[in-house]
């Protein structure tokens, strides 16, 4: 097969099954990173990293790379685009209710950060820096579980 033969929609869909490595159930379309896809005689993934310096970017351009020459594409390019900067912003609502579930508070611009278990908005952060550079761990103060947050850019 050759690359001309796959629509931009049939891409999406393959991507869509790319996990974030760092947070599994997000795929990285959820995640926001995926600018733009361009079908032509090769496959053009536009890629904006997410936190810098995140070790997952390299992880998720593997990735993308296994996921498109699984389904017969060969001539891939992935770009890097680093401006505008990616933003937490770009989380779709879906990504973040995934990550809700999954026990890690999304993103807010306010201060009060909703337990993921309880939904109280009693919580406490307990450290700057979570399992990632990326999240920060925090603990409930009513259900009395720790989260992690994953912090607002
Ligand atoms: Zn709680």
């Known amino acids: 097969m050759v690359a001309t ?57 593997s990735s993308v790379l296994a996921a498109l020459k699984q389904h017969g594409v060969d001539d891939i390019v992935i770009k890097r685009a680093l401006s505008p900067p990616w933003t937490t912003d770009w989380i779709s609502a879906d990504g973040r209710e995934k990550m809700r579930r999954y026990g890690i508070a999304p993103p807010t611009p306010s201060k009060q950060v909703a337990c993921p278990q309880c939904e109280s908005l009693h919580t406490e952060r307990v450290s700057e820096f979570g399992s990632t550079a990326c999240k920060a761990a925090w603990r409930c103060r009513d259900c009395l579980e720790p989260f992690e947050y994953f912090k607002c850019l």
């Open 5 to 61: 033969d796959v629509s931009k929609a049939q891409v999406m869909e393959w991507l869509a099954s790319v996990p974030d490595p760092e947070i599994p159930v997000l795929s990285i379309l959820d995640l926001g990173i995926v600018r733009d896809v361009d079908v032509q005689s090769t496959v053009t993934v536009t890629l904006t990293p997410t936190y810098s310096g995140c070790p997952a970017t390299e992880v998720i351009e």
